[in-house]
C-alpha cells in the first residue's frame, strides 16, 4: 500500500510540473528543437493562423547600425485577449539568419545564443514592448517572428510580424 501511495504521489508530482513548465519563459534550445520557435508542451500544437488573436508589431523593417526597433505583441482591437508568453526571434528579411540582441527589460528573459526574448513570468499580460538592437556592423531589413502563448496548451506559432505604418 505504502508503495502504491509513492507511485501515485509520484504521477501527481510529475502532472502538476508538467502543468507549470517554463513559467519563467523559453529554455535556450527552442531556437534549435525539431520544431524551433515552438513551445515544447506535450501533445499541444500550434493553432491554425487565422484563429490568432494577437498582433505582433515592429516600428520598422529597415535598420542601421545600432538602431533600436520597438516590437510590441497585443490584441486584436477587437478582442480583449490576455497572454501569458511569448517567444520571439529578429532574423535577417535576405539570410533568414539569428540577428541582433534584444534589449532585456521588466518580465523579460533574451536569449543572445538565437537573438530572442521572451517572457520571464506566466502572469496573464495585456501587451508587451520589446526593443531590439540592430548590430553595430550591419544595415538591412529584419523581420521578428515566434509565438504568443495564451495558455499551456494553446499558443499560436511561426507568427511574422507586421510594420506599423510609417507616419508622413
Given at each position: 500500500?505504502?508503495?502504491?501511495f509513492k507511485w501515485?504521489?509520484?504521477?501527481?508530482?510529475?502532472?502538476?510540473?508538467?502543468?507549470?513548465?517554463?513559467?519563467?519563459?523559453?529554455?535556450?534550445?527552442?531556437?534549435?528543437?525539431?520544431?524551433?520557435?515552438?513551445?515544447?508542451?506535450?501533445?499541444?500544437?500550434?493553432?491554425?493562423?487565422?484563429?490568432?488573436?494577437?498582433?505582433?508589431?515592429?516600428?520598422?523593417?529597415?535598420?542601421?547600425?545600432?538602431?533600436?526597433?520597438?516590437?510590441?505583441?497585443?490584441?486584436?482591437?477587437?478582442?480583449?485577449?490576455?497572454?501569458?508568453?511569448?517567444?520571439?526571434?529578429?532574423?535577417?528579411?535576405?539570410?533568414?539568419?539569428?540577428?541582433?540582441?534584444?534589449?532585456?527589460?521588466?518580465?523579460?528573459?533574451?536569449?543572445?545564443?538565437?537573438?530572442?526574448?521572451?517572457?520571464?513570468?506566466?502572469?496573464?499580460?495585456?501587451?508587451?514592448?520589446?526593443?531590439?538592437?540592430?548590430?553595430?556592423?550591419?544595415?538591412?531589413?529584419?523581420?521578428?517572428?515566434?509565438?504568443?502563448?495564451?495558455?499551456?496548451?494553446?499558443f499560436w506559432s511561426d507568427i511574422v510580424?507586421?510594420?506599423?505604418?510609417?507616419?508622413?
Amino acid at each position: 500500500m505504502k508503495d502504491r501511495f509513492k507511485w501515485l504521489s509520484l504521477e501527481l508530482l510529475l502532472l502538476i510540473g508538467a502543468a507549470v513548465a517554463f513559467p519563467d519563459g523559453a529554455p535556450a534550445d527552442t531556437c534549435v528543437k525539431q520544431r524551433a520557435n515552438q513551445p515544447n508542451h506535450g501533445k499541444a500544437r500550434s493553432q491554425p493562423a487565422h484563429s490568432n488573436p494577437y498582433e505582433v508589431v515592429a516600428d520598422a523593417q529597415t535598420y542601421h547600425p545600432g538602431q533600436q526597433i520597438s516590437v510590441v505583441i497585443y490584441p486584436h482591437s477587437d478582442q480583449s485577449t490576455v497572454f501569458r508568453g511569448f517567444f520571439l526571434q529578429a532574423r535577417d528579411a535576405n539570410s533568414n539568419e539569428w540577428i541582433g540582441e534584444w534589449v532585456q527589460s521588466e518580465n523579460t528573459k533574451t536569449i543572445p545564443e538565437c537573438s530572442a526574448i521572451t517572457h520571464s513570468d506566466n502572469r496573464d499580460k495585456l501587451g508587451a514592448k520589446l526593443i531590439w538592437k540592430a548590430p553595430q556592423n550591419k544595415r538591412g531589413q529584419v523581420y521578428f517572428t515566434g509565438t504568443v502563448l495564451q495558455e499551456y496548451g494553446t499558443f499560436w506559432s511561426d507568427i511574422v510580424n507586421k510594420v506599423q505604418a510609417e507616419r508622413p
